[in-house]
Every structure is written in C-alpha cells, then in structure tokens.
C-alpha cells in the first residue's frame, strides 16, 4: 500500500507539475500584454484631462500602433487621439486640426460602433467646422448610448442653439444641470442662450451660478454686466465690467465700451469719456463707440463733429447703426434710423436694437437742449409697459430724471458739480435755514398764506388721481423677481459650442484684491447726532429700483430735499392707483409712530477703512441688493458702514439679511426703523 501511495504522488509530480510551470511561463505574454494597454489608455485620459495634449496623442497613438492591442482596445484610443486633436486645434488656433480629429473618431466607430464617447466627440468637433445638423445627429446617438452623460446634453443643446431651435436646447441644458448640477459650463452656455433669447434677467441667475464655480472667467463677468445694464441696473453692471477688465486688462475694447455707457447712463461723464475713448482704438471703425463717445463729450460741453466725419466709418443710410451717423450729423431724419433698426428677422435682436436707438436720440436731443424731443422718444420706449424689456427701466430713470443745466447760450451742457462740492452746498443751505429761527408771529402768517393759497386751488378728481399716479410712479420699485414672464421664442444668435475652462483662483468667496470706488452717496453723521437719523436725511432716494443707486446729482438733491425725484410724462404709463401714504398699511409692512411707512435697514459690516467698505459696497450690489455707505464718528476715528436698504416691508428686509447671514464671516445687524 505504501508503495502504491508513493506511485500516484510520483505521477502526480510528473503531470500537474510540468502543467502549472507552462501556465506560469505563458502568463506575461498575455494577460499583462491587455493590462499595459489598459493603463496607456487611462494615462492618456489623465493627461487629456489636464491639458497635457502631447502625452496623450503619444500615448494614444501607441496603442493604435500596437498589433496585440484588441480592437477595443483600438476604437477607444482613436477616440482618445479626436478629442486631443480637436483641443490641439481650439488651443493653437488650427482650424486643419479638426478635420483630423473627426477621421479619428470615424476610424473608432468603424472598430466599435456603439461607442459612446466617439459620437460625443465626433458631433462636438462637427459643430466646431460648422455642421450643426450632422452634429445634433450625432449627440442625439450619445444622449441614446448615455443617458447619464451630461456632456452629451450640453453639447446637444449647442447644437440646436445653432440650428434655432432654442425651446429644444434649453430643454437640454436643464438635463444636463438636473444630471449635474455642479458643472459650471451648462449655467455658462443657458446663460448665454437666455440672453439670445432677450431673457436677461434669468440669465444673471445663471451667470451667478457659474461665478460660484469658476470666478477667473473674464467673459462672464461682461456678459453679467451687459444683462444687468440691459435691464436698468448701470450701478451693478459697472461693477461686473471692473471685474472683466481686471481680469483681462490690456486688450478687451468690449467691456470698455460698456462701461462707458453704464457711466454715461450715471451722469459720470468724464469717466465715461475717458473709457470709450480708450476703447476707440482698439475698435476704430465701431459705429457704437464713436455714437456714445460723442455724446459724451457733448455733454461736456465740446462737441465732437470730425468724430463722426472720419471717411474710414461707413455711413451707409440702410444699415443700423450706420445710419445713426448721418442722423446725428443732421442730414437723415431719425425716424429712418429706428426703422433700419427694426427691420431686421430677429424679433429679439430687432426689440434690442429698436431700443438702443430711442435711448441715443433722446440723449442726443437732451444733450442738445431740446427737452420736449427727449421726451417724446423716451416715452415711445417705455409705450410696451415690459419692465424687462431692454433700455426699458433706463428710460423710466431718464424720463424721471431732471436735465443736466445749460452752460451758456450756446446750448453746452455742464458736467455735475463734484459729490464733495454738492455736499458743502446742502449743508450749507441747510446751516443757513436752521440759523434764521421764525418768531411765532412770523410762522402764523406763513402758514396761514400756505393755507389760503392751498384752499384756492382746488383739485378736481382727475387732477387728484394724476397727481396720485405720478407720485407712485416715483416710488414705485421697477425691477421685481418674483414673478419672471418667459423667455419670447425665436432664433438665437450664435452661442460658443466650446470654451477651454480658466484656471480657477483660489481666493475666498466674495473676495476682490482690486478694490474699485464706488460713487453711491455717502451720508455723514455728526458726532454730536444721535445715532438714529430722520429718513429724510440718511435714506436713499426713494425713486430708485432696489439695488440700482441713483446718479450722483439726483441722489444728492433727494438727500437734501428729502423727497423722491420728480416725475416725467412716462407717468401716464401707470395705473391710476391710490396714493401710498392713503393706503391701509398691511400687517406686513412696517409703520412708523406717525403712521407713515417706515424705512428698514440693518449693517452688514463695517470698516475702519475706506476702500474696504467700498469694496464690500460693490460686493452687495453685484447680488442684486440695495446698499450704502453712513459714516459714523467716534472720539478718534471715523467708521465706514455699509447698511442694506432701505426697505418698505419687514418681509423683504428680512430675507435680505438672511442672505447675507449665509454668507462667511457676515454677521449683519438687526433690523431697525428710520
């Protein structure tokens, strides 16, 4: 028995043993032969995605030059090798690069043809060499093979945006965002497709989310600021195009024209000047340009007619805004302008520039003194009653606004007086009104001359309710978010199918390391005042939209008056409402003693440092929320606050301070009556 054991263990030996040693000899020249091909093609990936691009198409082509690699293995680095060559072709700015790269996807799906990423890649390169329909059809394949894939989604609906079908590509980028809703490129691309579409205020929503991922994207910024200036926000879109352009200072003509207008539309002339002049060079046969540029300096006082003379700027009578040059020269006649401006096929494009040229003549004839003209073309823009059309609230402001005085008899405007000078005069006035007390007998008479001059001249009913409507046009607030009409259809105007992603900086939310002043007026307390002021003196003007400061000369009238500014005829656009002191306040709304409405703000901060606050001033009014500057005095220094409001309901203060709370390091203070 024995011996029989020891037979089968020597057969055994003889056998399996010879068997296993051939397994392990033929194991490396197989199984790690896949795995190295594996690893090629992940390391290839890796490298893609760091914008390494010539170690990936090397690492890609080995692969594709390997005869034991499986034709999988294959298809998936010919994909590899399309993407890298089309990001080759956007970064260098090669246009014969993509071609290359749709032969690499199309030898991928003749190895694989379900292949996934191909078709993505394929249909993206497409809509880059101008195909947007094989490229729809392509990313329709993708959305098909991925319904996960959010990329899919996105370029997809780049690629209807281009072919007009907007409804269809927003639907597709609210895919992509419900799919993955921290990717920041599909907030970019429906913002951008908003503002084809004249959705401009939904599209700050989305420029505001893609600013929370990415905050180095210069373009964003501009785009943010155009739909803020759009809308009649020029305070906050200045704020934006300061950001653009710290951001790309030395060649970016586009965020320089726009806040020479957003400066224009605040009356800050010589700023305004000074940017479009800059602009001027780096665009110099821009119509638009020299039309703002010389109306700025006509507000100056020095009127620029060889601005509009050059030979080297077309001038062509059919062409907007062409035409707007002959117009201002004197030898068209306006109404020729706003017809070549809406006679294009873009509904949104034809209301846009339909809207531009009404705001140009009425400041051109403004500007030149004739006052009734302004006022006729300021309330054909306003006639629609859509708040969100755009140049729509810029032209309620203007019509609200007092023209800037006369220089002399040669009709030359006079730029406002310094906020500073401004300042000294009020409180001048106000000095020379509180030192010339009234004896009793003096104010009887007084009151009883207002009284009897009161009582004769009556008011009938329809001159009551027009005075009623008017005065709630100036207090009215213009922009409201809770309520949003939808997006007017139509085709858009073209959308970027690809944007190389920035390098993200790493700084803290909110944070600014160029801080720019504001010009938002700042109301001083004395140190001998009690810490509470009346409304009159330290509140805002109350014409003004929550979160868009007044210009300069109208909040500094309103400061000293204590009363909104005066209406214009765009008063008639407005219902005939009571009036809002006459009203029975709401439990909602906060009431002073006197039973008037009082107006709540709380701190959001405070600073020992000027150009702190200001910084942290444009940081609120950049999220859409009414701020300013107090001053406040203590025994050895003086503080800078910034305080939110004012507000007329306790609802709305609070949901203000709830979202600064949010944010880090704001503790913002409680909420009191002025």
């Known amino acids: ?217 210069e373009e964003v910024y501009r785009l943010r600021g155009m739909s803020r200036l759009l809308i009649g926000m020029p305070q906050q879109a200045v704020g934006d195009f300061y950001e653009s352009l710290r951001l790309r200072p030395n060649h970016n003509p586009e965020a320089l024209l726009a806040r020479g207008m957003a400066f224009f539309l605040l009356e800050r002339f010589a700023e305004a000047e000074q940017d479009l002049a800059q602009a001027l060079p780096l665009q110099s046969g821009h119509v ?66 339909g809207n531009l040229t009404l705001l140009l003549l009425a ?5 030149e003194g004739h006052e009734a003209e302004a006022t006729r073309w300021l309330e054909t823009l306003v006639a629609s009653q859509e708040r969100e059309a755009p140049y729509y609230q810029l032209a309620r402001q203007a019509l609200r606004r007092t023209p800037t005085p006369m220089a002399d008899a040669e009709d030359k405007p006079t730029p406002p007086a310094p906020l500073s000078q401004r300042s000294k005069t ?30 004769s ?56 390391p160029d801080p720019h002043q504001s010009t938002r007026p700042i109301h001083k307390t004395p140190a001998s005042a009690p810490a509470t002021k009346p409304a009159a003196e330290t509140a805002p003007p109350t014409g003004q939209t929550a979160g868009t400061p007044a210009t300069e000369q109208s909040a500094s009238k309103t400061a000293a008056k204590g009363s909104a500014p005066p209406t214009g005829s765009g008063a008639t656009n407005t219902p005939k ?23 709540l703000v709380f701190k959001a901060a405070s600073f020992g440092n000027a150009s702190y606050a200001n910084n942290a001033l444009n940081q609120y009014l950049q999220l859409g929320l009414p701020a300013f500057l107090e001053q406040t005095h203590t025994r050895d220094k003086i503080l800078h606050r910034v305080l939110i409001g004012p507000f007329d309901e306790q609802g709305r203060a609070e949901e203000a301070r709830d979202l600064i709370r949010k944010l880090p390091n704001h503790t913002p203070g409680e909420i009191t009556k002025r």
């Open 288 to 353: 638009e340009t020299r039309l703002w540029l010389f109306l700025t300096r006509q507000r100056l006082g020095k009127v620029d007619r060889e601005l509009l003379n050059d030979p080297s700027v077309p001038k062509d009578p059919k062409n907007w805004p062409e035409i707007l040059i002959p117009v201002f020269l004197g030898t068209v006649a306006a109404d020729k302008a706003l017809e070549a401006a809406r006679a294009g096929e873009d509904p949104v494009a034809s209301r846009l520039k």
């Open 1 to 217: 028995m024995p011996d029989a054991n020891l037979a089968a263990a020597l057969i055994r030996f003889r056998v399996v043993v010879p068997i296993l040693g051939a397994c392990l000899l033929l194991t490396p020249m197989t199984v790690p032969a896949d795995d190295t091909f594996d690893t090629s093609l992940k390391s290839a990936s890796e490298a893609l995605a760091r914008d390494a691009l010539e170690e990936a198409e090397q690492l890609n082509g080995q692969v594709i030059n390997a005869s034991e690699a499986t034709r999988i293995q294959r298809a998936s680095a010919f994909a590899g090798r399309c993407a890298t060559r089309y990001k080759q072709g956007l970064a260098t700015r090669n246009p014969a690069l993509i071609p290359q790269a749709i032969g690499d996807c199309d030898r991928a799906l003749e190895l694989k043809s379900d292949l996934h990423p191909a078709y993505r890649i394929r249909g993206v390169a497409l809509l880059s060499a101008g195909h947007p329909d094989r490229a729809a059809e392509d990313l329709a394949v993708a959305v098909a093979l991925n319904p996960e894939d959010h990329l899919s989604f996105q370029n997809r609906a780049l690629a209807l945006a281009k072919l007009g079908r907007s409804k269809e590509a927003m639907a597709e980028l609210d895919a992509a965002i419900r799919l993955k809703p921290d990717h920041p490129w599909s907030y970019y691309n429906r913002g951008r497709l908003r503002i084809a579409q004249g959705d401009y205020e939904t599209s700050i929503d989305d420029f505001i989310a893609f600013i929370r991922f990415k905050r180095d994207h």
């Open 363 to 367: 400041h051109k004839a403004r500007g």
């Open 426 to 455: 009020e409180a001048d006035d106000k000095l020379a009104t509180a030192s010339t007390p009234k004896t009793p007998a003096t104010r009887s008479k007084t009151e009883a001359d207002d009284k009897h001059a009161t009582a």
């Open 457 to 512: 001249t009556p008011k009938t009913p329809a001159t009551r309710s027009k005075t009623e409507a008017d005065d709630k046009l100036a207090t009215v607030t213009p922009r409201h978010t809770e309520e949003r009409p939808s997006a007017p259809s139509g085709p858009p105007q073209s959308v970027h199918a690809f944007t190389v992603p920035p390098v993200e900086r790493m700084s803290a939310p909110g944070s600014n």
């Open 577 to 599: 409402t009571k009036p809002a002191l006459a009203a029975t306040p709401d439990s909602a709304t906060a009431t002073s003693p006197e039973g008037k409405k009082a107006r």
